[in-house]
């Protein structure tokens, strides 16, 4: 297997384990009944806009389980357009929202952004949960431009036909 095919593959499965590591989180704190992320509780005012805790948490982990199977699509994008395109398109809109929360919660640890919430009560846990974000981002980031490149190469493979 090529070296770029290997880091392909692992920045995909990488990016997929992301994404199943935030669905994990999401399944537990639905449990727990508590909004946030793992290190971030929600502020108390946030719980009143919320109608059921846990059904919201459930479907933040539905999301991830959609985001670790694009994550997954990426390992071997299908020749067909109508599944290549969104899964890409999905990719990016993905990278675009997650690497957005880790900004802005990575900004709240620090004490740079007060409007987003108190100072994690619990850094390492905090750290911890950035660092999952920094490397998801980072891992799907390489697997889609990767995955896009490959499929950019196979249009115009196809177009010289």
């Known amino acids: 297997m ?3 095919r290997k880091k392909h593959l692992a920045a995909a499965l990488t990016a997929c384990f992301g994404a199943l590591a935030y669905t994990v ?3 537990d704190l639905a449990r727990e009944g508590e909004l946030g992320m793992p290190g971030f509780p929600a502020p108390a005012e ?3 806009a919320v109608a059921d805790v846990e059904t919201a948490q459930l479907a933040n982990a539905a999301l991830g389980l959609l985001m670790a199977v ?3 699509l990426l390992v071997r994008l299908p ?3 109508l599944v290549r395109w969104p899964a890409l398109v999905v990719s990016w809109a993905g990278i675009t929202m997650v690497g957005a929360g880790v900004l802005g919660f990575g900004a709240r640890a ?3 952004a007060p409007g987003l919430g ?3 009560p619990h850094m390492p846990t905090a750290l911890a949960a950035l660092l999952v974000g920094a490397v998801w981002v980072a891992a799907w980031t390489i697997a889609t431009l990767s ?3 490959s499929s950019r190469r196979r249009c115009a493979a196809g177009a010289n036909l």
């Open 25 to 27: 989180s999401k399944v």
């Open 79 to 81: 020749r067909t357009p």
């Open 2 to 4: 090529p070296r770029s």
């Open 110 to 112: 620090a004490g740079l």
């Open 147 to 149: 995955a896009t490149h």
């Open 46 to 48: 946030a719980y009143a």
């Open 118 to 120: 108190a100072a994690p």
């Open 70 to 72: 694009v994550a997954l």
